[in-house]
T-cell receptor
Framework: DVKVTQSSRYLVKRTGEKVFLECVQDMDHENMFWYRQDPGLGLRLIYFSYDVKMKEKGDIPEGYSVSREKKERFSLILESASTNQTSMYLC???????????FGAGTRLSVL | AQTVTQSQPEMSVQEAETVTLSCTYDTSENNYYLFWYKQPPSRQMILVIRQEAYKQQNATENRFSVNFQKAAKSFSLKISDSQLGDTAMYFCAFKADFGNEKLTFGTGTRLTIIP
């Protein structure tokens, strides 16, 4: 079974803090993704990475950056957290011919 | 750009009944994949079913089946003999066969199975 692990289930941060969300996958997948999930908006892609050190902006990259130094790990960084970044963040990985994305359990981030 | 529309924000059905969740999409691509994902309350998102656009036969997985109408750009999910464990958010998603690897998601349907 594919395992995608997000480092925290719940996180509370203050406005202006630098926030790191970590994601690790154990299936040697090339592609990894960060989504933001908000009620009524579904999942929106923030960034994705198709290889180590490679990244592409998704639909809502503003206020976020990412890092992929190793194939199994993909980090989402909020350089200066703001209250409008309070949300559920989902990480996913994908590899192989079936084009299936496997998701982590999510991190619910509250920025106060 | 692709769009995915789920027009039913919430649905509820009695246990053991059949329910159909709707999804329409818009694309100019000819080859693509469609997915239904399930997100139970406070639990991980998992794949329910996957359809390849070039396959005419509708995908089935046990009690879950799809009605894929390529010309109408419609991809509905049917859940037969619904169970309490089917209570979840259901997301429809689209992926083009070529180009980047991103999924486009609909806004979701919250399904509640009533005992």
């Amino acid at each position: 079974d594919v395992k995608v692990t997000q480092s925290s289930r719940y996180l509370v941060k203050r406005t202006g803090e630098k926030v790191f969300l970590e994601c690790v996958q154990d299936m040697d997948h090339e592609n990894m993704f960060w989504y933001r999930q908000d009620p009524g908006l579904g999942l929106r892609l923030i960034y994705f990475s198709y290889d180590v050190k490679m990244k592409e902006k998704g639909d809502i990259p503003e206020g976020y950056s990412v890092s992929r130094e190793k194939k199994e790990r993909f980090s989402l960084i909020l350089e200066s957290a703001s209250t409008n970044q309070t949300s559920m963040y989902l990480c996913a990985s994908m590899g192989g011919a079936k084009n299936i994305q496997y998701f982590g359990a999510g991190t619910r981030l509250s920025v106060l | 750009a692709q769009t995915v529309t789920q027009s039913q924000p919430e649905m509820s059905v009695q246990e053991a009944e059949t329910v159909t969740l709707s999804c329409t999409y818009d694309t100019s691509e000819n080859n693509y994949y469609l997915f239904w994902y399930k997100q139970p309350p406070s639990r991980q998102m998992i794949l329910v079913i996957r359809q390849e656009a070039y396959k005419q036969q509708n995908a089935t997985e046990n009690r879950f089946s799809v009605n894929f109408q390529k010309a109408a750009k419609s991809f509905s999910l049917k859940i037969s003999d619904s169970q309490l464990g089917d209570t979840a958010m259901y997301f429809c998603a689209f992926k083009a066969d070529f180009g980047n690897e991103k999924l486009t998601f609909g806004t979701g349907t919250r399904l509640t199975i009533i005992p």
